[in-house]
């Protein structure tokens, strides 16, 4: 069973960058695809963005389309969530998620396993 574990986060000003990466274990993620979401203080927990492991297809939602980019490192089997140009928006716990498939799903029930979250926080 693939175990997720999360490192990055923390607190910057607006228009800094943030990286988050997402470490695998317990198998390989190549026939996976690994998925962001973030949720805010009284909202729904939302797709961000996701990769396709097998060819590196991604997707993102419009709100961080051009500031946000994703990439994977086959032999860490780590993938990572680099954050610039971030905005107050942006704050929230950020989640990464994986799934068997070769499609960038944006549904949170399509994604079986989940790292711990990470909080990001963006200072006006």
């Known amino acids: 069973q693939v175990q997720l574990v999360q490192s990055g986060g923390g607190l910057v000003q607006a228009g800094g960058s943030l990286r988050l990466s997402c470490a695998a274990s317990g198998g390989t993620l190549g026939t996976y695809t690994v998925g962001w979401f973030r949720q805010a203080p009284g909202k729904e927990r939302e797709f961000v963005s996701a990769?396709?492991?097998?060819?590196?297809?991604?997707a993102f939602i419009d709100s961080v389309q051009g500031r946000f980019t994703m990439s994977r490192d086959n032999t860490k089997n780590t993938v990572d969530l680099q954050m610039n140009s971030l905005k107050p928006e942006d704050t929230a716990i950020y989640y990464c998620?994986?799934?068997?498939?070769?499609?960038?799903?944006?549904?949170?029930?399509?994604?079986?396993?989940w790292g711990q979250g990470t909080q990001v926080t963006v200072s006006e």
């Open positions: 990769i396709t492991w097998f060819d590196g297809k991604t």
């Open positions: 998620a994986a799934r068997r498939g070769y499609d960038t799903k944006t549904e949170l029930a399509q994604y079986y396993y």
